[in-house]
């Protein structure tokens, strides 16, 4: 099945519905996301607002990367000092 990708604006537009009272089953329906999604989403933003939140996300990006990078740089390291190991 396709999956379906939601912007952070229709992420907290959904939240917003379900902080106003509309019924979770009427609005996962609505949506076509399942009820572990919403639960999730709401765990995540929770109490953000649209800019917040893609801040938030750009924040987690950017420490992916980072993280990316100290892995190889980390590698690259370990595979110096094997090869001066070898050499002495």
């Not at 999956?3 to 939240?15: C, N, T």
């Not at 917003?16 to 989403?41: D, H, M, N």
């Not at 996300?57 to 740089?73: H, P």
Request: net charge positive; hydrophobic share 40%; glycine share 4%.
């Amino acid at each position: 099945m396709k999956r379906k990708r939601f912007s952070v604006e229709q992420i907290v537009a959904v939240l917003k519905q379900a902080e106003v009272g509309v019924p979770v089953a009427e609005l996962i329906r609505q949506v076509g996301i399942s009820e572990q999604t919403l639960y999730r989403w709401k765990k995540q933003y929770k109490g953000l607002e649209t800019d917040q939140v893609r801040q938030f996300k750009q924040l987690q990006d950017e420490n992916a990367r980072l993280k990316r990078l100290v892995a190889e740089l980390t590698l690259d390291k370990t595979m110096l000092q094997d090869v001066l190991a070898k050499k002495l």
